[in-house]
């Protein structure tokens, strides 16, 4: 049987926090599940994982040793398949992501090639991944579909996305003093396995239990399992499993499981990884012929308006109130001016993403007045009548309780 010598030690993990929107009001109640599903697929993005088999005999390390072995990681160069299985208790987002853009325009051109757009369905269902990395400027993602592949190529100061089945390729550069990218990735999803283990192990303020609990093996590799557990109630988050190559520190398997039990809300790892230098090829890409190109500042010209009529011309936020600590940190964020947002027109919100926001959303009252919270398994948000949305890795109660503080 594997050695488990294990040490308790403070630590947390980032939380994202995303959100708009005010109670009842269409236009915005089904805009702010897709930003939920945003901060998933940014859970998803902290390591890749799956198949363990076996507990291979290592020497003895603890759990600040292997923090230390994750953060000294030098290893920039990586290749492998990836599988990613994500169970939020919402609908897949496969199709119904078109839903939440007016007019159909997620389904226009080379708008299904936009990272924003596709990367968000990583949020649901299982998905094959190849990846690529070589050094901190040149990196490749690839999802794999049975007849159909979308890949996400970062070459130096060119960023490229292609999907195969519409043909459709989306395309970002910087210049010079001036970045022109748009970011290809939701937010705080890192590049690197150095960067993954960064962002996975922040160091936190006594509110984590960091111990080791034995090994395994990942994708032929033999690994340590670092085990991250808040020691708060309210979160929505009961453990965050990490399996750590032994001989170089590189993170190949996360885990993470809700507080509510059932199967883990995300599980995503290598199933196959060579260390080794990827060949410069996988790096390089030219527009196949007859690709309907779009430029990234196209894309976001045409997003920001029909961001733009589809919440009534609101477009900005006051800015972000962070109330708690640790894992039970929860954002509060108002509208200008403290107003309510305008709703839509009748018709404007799909019966399909009408559907899908009923399934998850709660009616709640308390000293804060009224609204609904949009539930899932990992990340809620309340909406206020008045306003205000509440976000975090919380539950309903800890909402709740959140509005009632900020009063």
Not at 123 to 145: E, F, M, N, W, Y
Not at 252 to 269: E, I, Y
């Amino acid at each position: 049987m594997a050695p488990n010598d294990s040490a308790d030690t403070n630590g947390s993990a980032a939380q994202g926090t995303t959100g708009a929107g005010a109670g009842r009001r269409k236009a915005v109640r089904y805009i702010v599940p897709v930003a939920v599903a945003g901060v998933a697929a940014a859970t998803i993005g902290l390591v890749p994982a799956l198949a363990s088999s076996g507990d291979p005999d290592l020497p003895k390390i603890t759990a600040q040793e292997l923090i230390e072995k994750i953060a000294a990681s030098d290893t920039q160069q990586l290749s492998g398949t990836v599988k990613i299985s994500t169970d939020l208790g919402i609908p897949s987002l496969g199709g119904l992501s078109g839903s939440f853009v007016p007019d159909g325009a997620g389904d226009k051109g080379s708008a299904s090639a936009d990272p924003q757009k596709k990367l968000t369905e990583l949020a649901s269902g299982t998905h094959t991944l190849r990846v690529a990395a070589d050094g901190p400027d040149k990196q490749r993602l690839s999802i794999l579909d049975d007849a159909s592949e979308y890949s996400l190529i970062h070459n130096g100061d060119q960023v490229w996305a292609y999907d195969s089945k519409s043909n459709a390729v989306y395309h970002a550069e910087k210049e010079a003093g001036r970045s022109k990218e748009r970011q290809s990735a939701p937010e705080g999803v890192p590049t690197t396995p150095k960067a993954l283990a960064e962002q996975a192990l922040k160091a936190a303020d006594g509110t984590t239990s960091v111990t080791v609990d034995g090994t395994a093996q990942v994708a032929g590799r033999d690994a340590y399992r670092l085990v991250i557990k808040p020691e708060q109630s309210g979160s929505t988050i009961g453990s965050v499993t990490v399996a750590v190559d032994a001989e170089n520190g590189v993170p190949l398997k996360f885990t993470l499981r809700p507080s509510s039990g059932g199967k883990a809300a995300v599980d995503a790892g290598f199933t196959t990884v060579d260390f080794g230098k990827p060949d410069a090829s996988s790096f390089s890409f030219t527009p196949p012929k007859g690709a309907e190109v779009t430029e990234a500042d196209e894309a976001e010209g045409h997003g920001n308006a029909e961001a733009e009529r589809a919440m009534g011309g609101l477009s900005a936020f006051e800015g972000m109130n962070v109330i708690g600590k640790g894992w039970n940190t929860v954002a509060e964020i108002k509208t200008p001016g403290g107003a309510a947002l305008p709703s839509a027109e009748p018709g404007d919100v799909p019966a399909g993403a009408q559907q899908f926001l009923d399934a998850l959303g709660d009616k709640v009252t308390g000293k804060f007045g009224s609204g609904t919270v949009f539930k899932t398994r990992l990340v809620n948000a309340l909406m206020t009548d008045d306003g205000r949305v509440y976000v975090g890795a919380v539950t309903k109660d800890a909402l709740v309780n959140a509005a009632n503080q900020a009063g």
